[in-house]
């Protein structure tokens, strides 16, 4: 009973006292019919206040995200599905979503009747503006009698994750070179006498050294059998992202640290689908994707989501203490960096593996309205860079991906050209 008079309006709380007042001087004056009106003043808020929070707990709630990633500026829809069960009636709701700024105004609608046993669809669009993880909720209802004596607030649904992924340019095009896009996907390859072997055996073949008999075998199985030296081979690309809060410029969509994201899930996206294995990493050679080669929507749903969720470090200087890319062919995505990093970076992969590293001109990113020259440090990052092998491109805010990357596949040695930065 307090529970449901808890619900009572402005309205319904001063209707209640007015037929207290008026049920108060009915008896001190002894009308009957005054009485009358009293206890209907007094009966009809309590009444309608019973009626409203018993319809409430008949009311629930669902809903979908259409679809459930989403990529930053592009379009997405919400539906709510609503119903009632039992035969009492129910006035009007009113239904507020939880949606967060950065996803567009937050949505309110009225449902004057709510039909029984059906479901009313409701929709209303969603225009994220920035990658990551968001909470969508929850759906609170507010249900309201006809006469405004009384409401109730109410929670349907609990929230919603919606998975706001980076955007992604289409491709074209490799790198010049063997190994990138070969397909190969961590499959055995036969080296003989290099790194750590796995002995094997197999039949003889003519033309094979009787130096490798192996003998055990042989006289086991009663035929010429002979030891295959392997070395396990994990071959692909690894994809290098920088993304130290440090390192980058700008805020929000424009910034620096957005376009290295974009950058980096395209280029993965591109080679994962030419049947590259790919490897994800940060700029401390942390794994964050690992998906085999030939693509798909979920592996790269797996690339999409680890993007999403990426935060910016707070580590000053670019340190691994190893070659982040364990032998394989390397693609840096490099915010600012200097002399030190770039050491440290080059000493660690071996002289001849192929490297490339697309350096983002930062300070072009810093909010100035007319470009000026690029930095000394990105320049003398770019010079290391070159003189230790790797191919490099300059890419500033209003550098094309597309172009990037087709310059990018033409850099194949030291001494290759530049695209501006911030032409």
């Known amino acids: 009973m307090w529970r449901s ?9 001063c209707l209640l006292a007015a037929g207290v007042a008026a049920a108060v001087c009915a008896a001190v004056l002894d009308e009957r019919d005054l009485l009358r009106i009293a206890v209907f003043v007094i009966t009809l808020p309590l009444f309608v206040a019973l009626l409203a929070s018993a319809s409430k707990v008949r009311i629930g709630a669902s809903r979908t995200l259409l679809p459930e990633r989403v990529p930053a500026g592009g379009h997405g829809e919400v539906r709510l599905d609503l119903w009632r069960d039992g035969r009492l009636p129910a ?61 109730f607030e109410r929670d349907l649904t609990s929230f919603s994750r919606l998975v ?83 390192a980058h410029h700008g805020s929000g969509a424009t910034a620096s640290l957005e376009w290295a994201v974009e950058f980096a899930a395209s280029v993965c996206l591109h080679l994962g689908h030419a049947g590259n294995r790919v490897r994800l990493v940060s700029e401390h ?13 979920q592996y790269d749903n797996v690339v999409l989501d680890a993007l999403a969720a990426l935060q910016p470090t707070h580590e000053r200087e ?40 697309v350096l983002l001109d930062t300070p072009a990113w810093s909010g100035s309205v007319s470009p000026g020259p690029r930095s000394t440090s990105t320049d003398e990052a770019a010079t290391l860079l070159r003189a230790a092998g790797w191919g490099v491109v300059v890419a500033g805010p209003r550098s094309p991906m597309t172009q990037v990357w087709s310059e990018l596949c033409r850099t194949v040695a030291p001494g290759t050209s530049l695209l501006g930065g911030v032409s």
């Open 5 to 13: 008079l808890s619900g009572l309006t402005t309205r319904g709380r």
């Open 91 to 151: 006035g009007d709701v009113l239904l507020e979503d939880g949606v967060p700024y950065v996803l567009g105004s937050r949505p309110r609608f009225v449902v004057e009747r709510l039909p029984q046993h059906r479901s009313v669809a409701l929709r209303y669009p969603i225009q994220p503006a920035l990658r990551g993880i968001q909470r969508i909720g929850p759906l609170r209802a507010t249900i309201t009698d006809p006469f405004g004596l009384c409401e």
């Open 164 to 246: 706001v992924v980076p955007r992604v340019v289409r491709l074209w095009g490799l790198p010049i070179g063997a190994g990138i896009g070969s397909g190969d996907d961590g499959s055995i390859r036969l080296h003989a006498g290099q790194g750590e072997t796995d002995v094997s055996v197999r039949q003889y073949r003519t033309g094979d050294d009787m130096r490798k008999v192996h003998w055990r075998s042989t006289a086991r199985r009663d035929e010429i059998m002979v030891r295959v030296e392997e070395r396990a081979w994990r071959g692909g690309t690894t994809v290098l992202l920088d993304h130290r809060a440090a």
């Open 285 to 297: 050679g942390r794994v964050l994707a690992d998906t085999p080669g030939g693509g798909g929507p």
């Open 318 to 357: 670019l340190t691994t203490g190893f070659d982040p890319a364990q032998g394989q062919e390397l693609i840096a995505v490099l915010g600012t960096v200097g002399k030190d990093a770039v050491t440290e970076l080059t000493r660690r992969r071996p002289r001849g593996t192929r490297s490339f590293a």
